[in-house]
């Protein structure tokens, strides 16, 4: 990550002053994949564990926490450690972090996929478990490689990522982490209008009915845009861009339930 971490640096005050100046209220916490620091969020010398994007200084704080180095273990066991942060951790070091009431965005940043013990499945139940089963409050998104196979640019090199990948179009972003101008990658997964929800129940497709603005907004207008698809497979709908919602835009998705199958013995 020594190549990697030289264009984050230069790019994250970039972002960090971005989120400044859209204004919600963002609470930011840094860790790394080590089984050493155990999913704990990093500590500023204050002993403060994560910045609120209100205070003065808060990009100078956030910049000095993401500066994580490029010496640790190696241990790459990023899920586990995200896990650990939000469950084990939250009510401990890490206290204070989430809040029941906000939107959760998970961001990885890796040049090597996830080594954590368990299957891709497992965390991701772990994650929807923190808000009420779903996806629907939970974002994952990971900058990497990109696709299932590994990546060179000017950042230096990036190996596949199978499980991140896995998990992130389910739930999130992909994005590759090697382009000559990836302040815009990483613009883009964490705190962009939010494009996918994953349903809490398993809908017939045909009675799926979106909601906006006080109007109806069906899947395909009648100039043939797209403007939502849903996917059986992950039970996600899916927002274009054009019509994404805004962060204090409502929006209401109803839809019939399918049955459920009971099983006599």
């Known amino acids: 990550m020594r190549e990697v971490q030289a264009g984050l640096r230069t790019t994250l005050e970039e972002v960090f002053a971005e989120l400044v100046a859209q204004g919600p209220d963002w609470q930011v916490g840094v860790i790394t994949p080590s089984a050493r620091e155990g999913g704990r969020l990093r500590a500023l ?8 994007i209100l205070e003065p200084d808060a990009v100078e704080r956030l910049l000095a926490l993401s500066d994580v180095g490029y010496a640790g273990p190696g241990d790459r066991l990023g899920l586990w450690a995200v896990r650990e942060a939000l469950t084990s951790r939250a009510e401990a070091e890490n206290a204070g972090f989430l809040r029941p009431d906000a939107a959760l965005e998970i961001l990885v940043v890796s040049d090597a996929d996830d080594l954590s013990p368990g299957t891709v499945d497992e965390y991701r139940e772990a994650f929807r478990a923190l808000r009420g089963g779903c996806f629907a409050d939970v974002t994952f998104s990971w900058v990497g490689s990109g696709a299932t196979t590994g990546c060179s640019g000017p950042f230096g090199q990036a190996l596949p990522g199978l499980r991140y990948l896995a ?3 389910s ?4 994005e590759s982490l090697c382009t000559a101008d990836w302040v815009n990658v990483f613009e883009q997964p964490a705190w962009e ?3 996918h929800y994953t ?3 398993e809908p017939v497709h045909e009675s799926l009915e979106v909601t906006m603005a006080g109007g109806r907004l069906p899947a395909d207008d009648p100039r043939g845009t797209v403007n939502w698809t849903y996917d059986d497979a992950s039970q996600v709908l899916v927002f274009s861009p054009f019509v994404a919602p805004g962060w204090d835009e409502a929006f209401e998705v109803r839809y019939r339930p399918r049955a459920c199958r009971v099983v006599r013995r």
């Open 45 to 52: 010398p204050s002993g403060e564990r994560f910045v609120s």
């Open 167 to 169: 998990l992130a179009t």
């Open 171 to 174: 739930s999130g972003n992909v």
């Open 193 to 195: 209008f939010r494009r």
């Open 199 to 201: 349903l809490s129940a």
